[in-house]
């Protein structure tokens, strides 16, 4: 493992995490602190960019690995949350909210595949 690669990882977790920290503000300005929706929010965005990338490098823009590792280890995977996810799934179960529990569990799995699939197909389609 390199420096460079160090680095771009660094440099790509800075920035996903104060994405992360802007998106998840502003949904708990607009909808609320009552559920976890700014996190939900940020891992959908996140699968979708993932499904974008994973469709753009190896087809249409051939990167480094330092590169590709900035935006998907870096970027990616800072700015999605999945142990924030977990904490905020124990927080609703523990509260006793087993349903809000339940849908948030399914929801984010469902959708951020969605997300996902949305993402490299919109891609895909581009470029065939």
Request: aromatic share 16%; hydrophobic share 55%; glycine share 14%.
């Amino acid at each position: 493992m390199s420096l460079h690669m160090i680095v771009a990882v660094a440099a790509g977790g800075a920035l996903g995490a104060v994405s992360r920290f802007f998106v998840t503000s502003g949904v708990i300005y607009l909808f609320g602190n009552g559920l976890p929706f700014g996190t939900l929010v940020v891992n959908i965005i996140g699968s979708f960019c993932l499904g974008v990338l994973v469709q753009v490098f190896p087809v249409a823009w051939l990167v480094t690995p330092e590169f590709r590792n900035f935006f998907i280890v870096g970027i990616l995977g800072s700015f999605t949350t999945f142990s924030a996810f977990s904490f905020e799934v124990v927080e609703l179960w523990t509260r006793g909210d087993l349903f809000s529990a339940g849908t948030y569990v399914i929801g984010s799995v469902l959708l951020g595949v969605l997300g996902f699939i949305c993402g490299a197909t919109i891609t895909k389609s581009l470029f065939a």
